[in-house]
């Protein structure tokens, strides 16, 4: 079956720490993005690639970083920099302009 | 810049009523428009979407919705709740060569006996 895999579905990261979300794709999609999701604000867009070894800042891209060295695969490091990383972290995919995008499950991330 | 809004962050009925979702947009050129809908600790899945071609649009699981460009609006409606439609809804807008999409805050809806 295709789809987008996320892993882990829940991370727990000590403050100070650098941790990576995995996002894989097996639906040959060219473009991958990644959502942060907090209640009552809908979607926020952190970064998003429309090739390979290409990507750009979303509307919330501060303390966040990608790479997208393979179609496939589009990992999310969250650094030390974002003081406030507690959240739920969607990945998604789209084969084209104006196309819908298909999800992954989503990483739930805590702070503790 | 085109921006969506979702009319009423909670939104409850009686099982086997009317679901009415309300989403405007704004967008400086012809858009294109989905509803998601996402259960507790999912991804989103696609209900429906419009572009440009049928002015009502049918989706799953009984859900449509019809897109009125002088009233800028995309609103979801189901004739009759289920209990299995509880769950947050979400609407979405893109535009032709853009390819990202502007999502609207959600709307939760509760469906009760």
């Known amino acids: 079956d295709g789809g987008i895999t996320q892993s882990p579905k829940y991370l727990f990261r000590k403050e100070g720490q650098n941790v990576t979300l995995s996002c894989e794709q097996n639906?040959?999609?060219?473009?991958m993005y990644w959502y942060r999701q907090d209640p009552g604000q809908g979607l926020r867009l952190i970064y998003y690639?429309?090739?390979?070894?290409?990507?750009q800042k979303g509307d919330i891209a501060e303390g966040y970083s990608v790479s997208r060295e393979k179609k496939e695969s589009f990992p999310l490091t969250v650094t030390s920099a974002q003081k406030n990383p507690t959240a739920f972290y969607l990945c998604?995919?789209?084969?084209?302009?104006?196309?819908?995008?298909?999800f992954g499950q989503g990483t739930r991330l805590t702070v503790v | 810049a085109q921006s969506v809004t979702q009319l009423g962050s909670h939104v409850s009925v009686s099982e086997g009523a009317l679901v009415l979702l309300r989403c405007n947009y704004s967008?400086?050129?012809?858009?294109?428009l989905f509803w998601y809908v996402q259960y507790p600790n999912q991804g989103l899945q696609l209900l429906l979407k419009?572009?440009?071609?049928?002015?009502l649009v049918k989706g799953i699981n009984g859900f449509e919705a019809e897109f009125k460009k002088s009233e800028t609006s995309f609103h979801l409606t189901k004739p009759s709740a289920h209990m299995s439609d509880a769950a947050e809804y979400f609407c979405?807008?893109?535009?032709?060569?853009?390819?990202?999409?502007?999502f609207g805050a959600g709307t939760r809806l509760a469906v009760h006996p």
């Open positions: 998604a995919s789209t084969s084209g302009t104006n196309t819908e995008a298909f």
């Open positions: 690639s429309q090739i390979v070894n290409d990507f």
């Open positions: 967008s400086s050129v012809p858009p294109y």
């Open positions: 419009y572009t440009s071609a049928a002015t």
């Open positions: 639906l040959n999609h060219d473009a």
């Open positions: 979405a807008v893109s535009t032709r060569g853009y390819n990202k999409l502007i």
